[in-house]
């Protein structure tokens, strides 16, 4: 029995699905202007995991995952877009692009609806109008804000104080001085064009008149757009917990009145380098593409599955050299044993078990290593390194 930790109820819970063998799961995905570092590659890889141990559950899962290629945020993507001499567009296809070609280098399974935020504006007007009628929304000066104060279990999953809630939304570029807000902690829908507004800021049509669309309402109009009002399984980085996923909660159940948005939420641990979690402000970042060029993408896997994806860790070159000869040392074994043996299913349960408990991928490869060291069956090897994504 697969069993998930739950962010919403802090605690592991048995899984089943909405609808029978079907499984809906969406993942927030990129803002593609300077990918694909390696935090991102344990979150995807991660969620890589889930949806091959629920298919090996005999579930189909119908897969969703962003990208942000437009949001309501000045950094980011136009700032680099001007520093650069580029337009949003051009710049966003091209590090997509570069994501799409490392993670396909790990053999990652991409995900059926992989889509563009710019491509979902006509979703994300209806629902910003959804919550207009519904009460939940106002409208300032061509800006539409949602109105937490009429969302009365607002918070519930990040579960943060008021004034932890208003550090964090500083973090995030949420502008909370702004004098259109009732509350500070309201949150941008759709953010008016400016007067004058520069031509390398995307701008489209709405009923509330010119501008572009708050970050948050994007991934509610994605999700509920391609799997439906309400959903399995929604994942991403644990630093998305709040703001993005608390606001994605309140506009989804608050346009739809459908209770629970998801049911189940799923958060990746962040990956640290040099005493600090890995990020772009800080420029600390190991890529994916560099790492590619001195070890396999089986050692790269190897390395990041050795991680539980709720625990953080810190990344040491000496590590990832370590896991490129245990990959060799694995291989080696089944290169020089017969792989006409039969499956130890007694291991192999044991194998399955692990993943099963919130998809303990450390335990599932000491079983690995430990059926390389017993030299056993190469079937059951080659069976559970397949499952793991593994190329043999
Ligand atoms: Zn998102």
């Not at 017969?338 to 599932?364: C, V, Y």
Request: charged share 25%; with cysteine; hydrophobic share 35%.
């Amino acid at each position: 029995m697969l069993r998930l930790y739950n962010s919403l109820s802090k605690k592991k819970e048995p899984f089943a699905s909405l609808m029978s063998k079907n499984v809906s799961l969406y993942v927030c995905g990129i803002t593609p202007y300077d990918t694909t570092h390696l935090g991102h590659a344990f979150t995807y890889i991660s969620f890589d995991i889930l949806v091959r141990v629920l298919r090996h559950n005999g579930f189909k899962v119908n897969y969703t995952q962003n990208v942000t290629d437009i949001n309501d945020r000045d950094n980011d993507i136009l700032k680099k877009a001007r520093e650069q001499n580029t337009s949003w567009v051009e710049l966003s296809d091209f590090w997509t692009g570069k994501f799409l070609q490392d993670m396909s280098s790990l053999n990652w399974l991409k995900p059926n609806n992989y889509i563009k935020a710019s491509e979902y504006i006509g979703p994300m007007i209806i629902l910003i109008n959804k919550l207009l009628q519904n009460g939940l929304a106002y409208q300032k000066n061509g800006s539409v804000y949602f109105d937490i104060s009429k969302k009365k279990d607002f918070g519930k999953l990040s579960k943060l104080t008021r004034n932890e809630m208003l550090k964090i939304s500083k973090d995030f570029d949420e502008n909370i001085e702004n004098p259109d807000k009732v509350d500070p902690l309201d949150f941008t829908l759709w953010r008016a064009e400016e007067t004058n507004q520069p031509s390398h800021i995307p701008s489209f049509e709405s009923p509330f008149g010119r501008g572009r669309p708050g970050w948050h309402i994007e991934c509610s109009a994605m999700a509920i757009s391609t799997l439906g009002e309400q959903i399995d399984i929604h994942g991403g980085g644990i630093d998305l917990i709040y703001p993005h996923h608390e606001a994605e909660i309140a506009q989804s159940e608050g346009a739809t009145l459908k209770t629970p948005f998801s049911r189940f939420w799923m958060h990746n641990a962040p990956v640290s380098y040099k005493d600090e979690k890995m990020s772009k402000s800080l420029g600390n970042l190991i890529m994916v593409s560099d790492l590619l060029k001195n070890y396999s993408p089986n050692a790269i896997r190897w390395y990041l599955l050795l991680h539980h994806y709720r625990q953080p860790f810190e990344f040491f070159d000496k590590d990832l050299k370590k896991s490129e000869n245990d990959c060799l040392k694995i291989q080696k074994y089944i290169n020089h044993q017969s792989s006409n043996t039969e499956i130890d299913e007694n291991i192999f349960n044991k194998f399955i078990n692990a993943l099963e408990d919130d998809l303990n991928t450390p335990i599932a490869l000491q079983i690995i290593t430990e059926t390389v060291k017993n030299k056993g069956s190469v079937s059951t090897l080659k069976k559970s390194l397949s499952l793991l994504g593994f190329l043999v």
